[in-house]
């Protein structure tokens, strides 16, 4: 999904890469919609005299351009039943990750996500929650929790209360999908950011008005969680290099130390000219999608970091 703003980037770059390996009737790009952005007090802000400012609705907005675009017929005509969705931030993410999703299955769910442990109570992530007795699991984000929410403990386990984070590792099935997409069209629900926006004055401090992909769970009859581990499956990047925390190096560096581990349980050793926590090695996910079938390769050989292994 792309927006206006980012359409002839994308497909430029795409092309560039000769769609990475795929055919490009194998790739399909849509736009998402656009809002208008408006000041606190609710005015529209004009980007030109005649013209009013908008910003892309937020990646919830794949909902109605898959319906738009009809893009939820043509699954359905190709035979899919069930839809992955992840964060395309995320360094560590297992595609179409079978053991999720044959736990989707076996639950007979409409809809499933991964999730970890919150770090700390003050961690900026959504989490889980379930509105009212027996109303359905959704996602708070962390800019709409107080204080008080964030540190409330579950007096039976100890733990925090509202410690599921959302890492946006989901799986819906395309049915559900479509009622989403009803749904939505009739029930909108934005989200406010405050940000930033163009106009006619210069920039100037205004509201974009977004809807959220995990909003899609407010509308799910039966939402299963699954439990992950951080270390293994989600490395963001938020901020760029020089950041204390979230950055392209810290997820390369998450990357290679999960890949070190899979080496050193395959029976390989690694070797490396400078301290093992800044490096490691990668292991080409054509020999393996999560550490495993490397003893052939790995088993009694010794590898120098950082290095690449592969057939």
């Known amino acids: 999904m792309t927006s206006p703003f980012t359409d002839d980037i994308t497909h430029k770059f795409f092309e560039s890469r000769k769609y990475f390996g795929l055919e490009s009737d194998q790739v399909t790009f849509f736009q998402q919609g656009t809002l208008p952005c408006v000041s606190a007090d609710g005015r529209f802000i004009m980007e030109t005299p005649y013209k009013v400012a908008k910003a ?13 675009k009809r893009l939820l017929e043509d699954m359905s005509a190709r035979g899919v039943k069930y839809v992955d969705c992840y964060g395309v931030d995320n360094a560590l993410v297992r595609v179409a990750d079978p053991t999720f999703l044959g736990y989707f299955i076996d639950k007979a769910v409409s809809s499933a996500a991964k999730v970890v442990r919150k770090a700390y109570p003050q961690e900026n992530v959504g989490v889980f929650v379930r509105r ?27 733990r925090l209360r509202y410690c599921w984070s959302n890492v946006c590792l989901h799986m819906f099935t395309l049915d559900f999908l479509n ?3 009803n749904s ?24 974009k008005l977004e809807q959220f992909i995990f909003d899609a769970f407010t ?29 392209p190096d810290s997820a390369k560096l998450m990357l290679l130390r999960l890949h070190s581990r899979w080496v050193v349980a395959a029976g390989g050793f690694l070797t490396h000219s400078v301290p093992l926590y800044m490096t490691g090695v990668e292991v080409s996910p054509l020999s393996s999608y999560s550490g495993e079938n490397l003893e052939a390769i790995c088993r009694g ?5 950082p290095s690449e292994i592969s057939f």
């Open 184 to 207: 939505l069209e009739k029930d909108s629900t934005y989200h406010l950011a405050e940000k930033k926006i163009p106009s006619i004055h210069g920039y100037t401090t205004g509201l």
């Open 301 to 305: 050989r010794t590898f120098h970091a």
């Open 219 to 247: 509308y799910s009859p039966s939402t299963a969680l699954f439990e992950v581990l951080r270390e293994e499956e989600f490395a963001p990047v938020k901020n760029a290099n020089g950041a204390s925390y979230d950055t």
């Open 56 to 68: 892309p609705d937020g990646n919830g907005g794949v909902y109605a351009a898959l319906k738009s």
């Open 179 to 181: 009622q989403v997409a």
């Open 132 to 158: 009212g007795r027996g109303g359905p699991l959704s996602v708070v984000e962390y800019s709409e929790m107080d204080a008080a929410m964030t540190t409330e403990i579950n007096q039976s386990t100890g």
